[in-house]
């Protein structure tokens, strides 16, 4: 899909670096994928101490 953004120069420049990207698009593309990431790990946080799956990890690693 084509769009067209007016971008700070340097901040993509310095973002271009950082993702180690050869295109813009790239790094674009590597910004909104780490956006999401980091909303969906943030979601899962949520959970912290809710969720007990009752895992022997001794019976699974053979121990008992």
Do not use: F, S, W
């Not at 790239?26 to 980091?38: D, N, S, V």
Request: positive net charge; glycine residues 4%; proline residues 2%.
């Amino acid at each position: 899909m084509r769009t067209t953004l007016d971008l700070p120069e340097d901040l993509l420049n310095e973002a271009m670096e950082v993702a180690h990207a050869k295109t813009k698009t790239r790094t674009i593309t590597i910004a909104l994928q780490e956006l999401i990431r980091k909303r969906n790990i943030t979601k899962l946080k949520t959970y912290k101490g809710k969720v007990d799956l009752k895992i022997d990890m001794d019976l699974i690693r053979g121990r008992c």
